[in-house]
């Protein structure tokens, strides 16, 4: 099981079975465990939740069939009910993945305990400010973006006057500068934007559709994580590791 010291977003794949033009969600994440991907966020605004505990439950099964339980992150966005549902049931899931308008980061801690990982989604000028003010003790990395607009999350980026922010390179490297925890970085990404993204020392990036909608999802994970690879600079290490 991946914990707070030792987890891994270089490489991070988010899917829902609304993304996978009608194919196997539990293919495709397979297909991305084999490539060596290192994150794998279980994420639906259409599933039930018992349909998200099913799915959370096959990818735990792939990621151990893999022999990569250890190096492999397994989250959930958004439904802390489907994180201690799937736990009842003894399914390995190492945390939660949620916005900050979402279920509030102090709940999820005190409800998934010290060990867990919680990664939090915000936009980007709110992001300085939650950085100077807010206790950052409690989250494990930040997701930061879109890089480009998306379709596979209209409403991310989207601004107060109901226009989508893009993020350009330059802020995402000065979030890069003040952060004490690792950024993630996706929407919209493509295969051009690895190999800077690498360079300016995110934490890793995440991706939807470029994966799971592509003719062959397999192919294009190992072209994206290749270019990781390249272009790769030393990992992001975490104060308390220091």
């Not at 950085?131 to 973006?145: E, K, P, R, W």
């Amino acid at each position: 099981m991946s914990t707070r010291s030792d987890f891994d977003i270089s490489a991070y794949f988010v899917v829902g079975p609304e993304n996978t033009k009608g194919r196997p969600v539990a293919q495709i994440i397979k297909a991305v465990v084999e490539v060596g991907y290192t994150c794998i966020q279980i994420r639906s605004k259409t599933a039930s939740a018992r349909e998200l505990i099913e799915l959370t439950a096959k990818a735990a099964d792939i990621i151990a069939e893999s022999g990569r339980a250890t190096e492999v992150t397994l989250l959930v966005d958004d439904r802390l009910d489907v994180v201690l549902a799937a736990r009842k049931q003894k399914i390995k899931v190492d945390g939660i993945h949620v916005g900050q308008t979402d279920m509030p980061v102090e709940v999820c801690r005190e409800y998934l305990g010290e060990d867990s990982i919680i990664g939090l989604s915000t936009r980007t000028h709110d992001l300085f400010d939650y950085i100077q003010t807010a206790d950052i003790s409690l989250v494990d990395y930040f997701g930061v973006g879109p890089l480009h607009e998306t379709r596979t999350k209209l409403d991310c980026g989207l601004g107060d006057d109901g226009k989508v922010l893009t993020r350009s390179f330059d802020e995402i490297a000065q979030l890069v500068k003040v952060s004490p925890i690792p950024l993630v970085v996706g929407g919209g990404v493509k295969l051009a934007d690895i190999p800077q993204l690498a360079r300016i020392g995110v934490g890793g990036f995440f991706v939807v559709s470029a994966i799971s909608e592509a003719d062959d999802p397999k192919a294009e994970a190992l072209k994206l994580i290749e270019a990781w690879r390249t272009n790769y600079r030393p990992p992001f290490v975490k104060e308390a590791n220091q």
